[in-house]
């Protein structure tokens, strides 16, 4: 008996560890951003010089900072508003209609997921170039809208395939017309999925660097501010902004698990109610 104890001892320690470093790997670096970001010496290193707070009031009057942090907020929240709308109203027949070329479309999708941004931002810059359209922010959002799309419509898409179509089908033999039908039933019971497209469209717009690169004009974003301190060596404020920027993350994860946990139990109460 104590025999196979032993095993499945050591079984379970081994995965523990496993675990603690798997852990360890993702969040470290996190940590130690976190951390250097209060040192008081410029150069990130241990052990620890000291405790201030110079850093973040550096980035209270850094100008342009607060420039590039409106424009990529500006052009994250665009990206947002067309990527969520669009791709919700992609995901409708991509789950629902049935046509000749359905799997082919599936794959059309995703290939903008699998693009290395680098060279999506060629394509796009040698695209506006054939067009003769200035560089701008439009130019970036209609960057970024091409690659964060496929991730809107795959989301809102999940939430589609796990639809209970009867309450659609009751609200319509009740006499509610199709836009009714939709406002008042099917969008209710998706918005969990559309909020968690929203979310990480946003996210993505926010963090994306390469597409922006290729397709921005003169004014840049967060990004683009960030690699231009970087250039010249380690700059302490990029410690204090990135966690600011990780404190917001994490603002807007916990805010997309509540919306989530509550559109768990809608379809439930509504289903009751009905």
């Known amino acids: 008996m104590s025999g196979r104890a032993a095993p499945a001892s050591l079984g379970r320690s081994a995965l523990i560890a496993y675990g ?22 410029i150069i990130p290193s241990l052990p620890f ?51 000749r070329f359905k799997r082919a479309s599936r794959l059309l999708v995703v290939l903008p997921m699998i693009i290395p941004h680098f060279l999506m931002g060629v ?17 970036i959002i209609l960057g970024h809208v091409v690659f964060t799309l496929p991730f809107a419509i795959l989301i809102v898409s999940t939430r589609l395939y796990g639809f209970d179509r009867t309450l659609e ?37 926010m963090d994306e660097f390469l597409i922006t690169y290729f397709v921005s004009g003169q004014k840049g974003t967060l990004t683009m501010y960030i690699w231009s301190l970087l250039k010249d060596g380690i700059a302490p404020r990029v410690n204090a902004l990135a966690s600011v920027l990780l404190a917001a993350s994490f603002a807007l994860l916990l805010f997309g698990a509540w919306v989530l946990d509550r559109g768990a139990g809608a379809p439930g109460r509504r289903s009751r109610s009905a």
């Open 169 to 205: 089908r009751a609200a319509s033999d009740l006499g509610a017309s199709p836009a009714r039908t939709f406002w008042h039933v099917t969008l209710p019971l998706i918005m969990p999925g559309v909020v968690g497209a929203a979310l990480l469209v946003f996210t993505l717009s």
């Open 123 to 139: 394509a796009l810059l040698l695209f506006f170039a054939f067009l003769k359209l200035p560089l701008s922010r439009f130019t």
């Open 20 to 41: 603690v470093l798997g852990f360890g790997f993702l969040y470290l670096p996190i940590f130690f951003l976190v951390l250097f970001s209060f040192n008081d010496y």
């Open 49 to 99: 010089r000291g405790f201030t707070l110079q850093w973040y009031r550096e980035l209270s009057y850094d100008f342009v900072l607060h420039e590039a942090l409106l424009n990529s907020l500006f052009i994250a929240g665009c990206t947002t508003v067309i990527s969520t709308v669009l791709g919700t109203a992609a995901a409708f027949p991509l789950v629902r209609c049935s046509y």
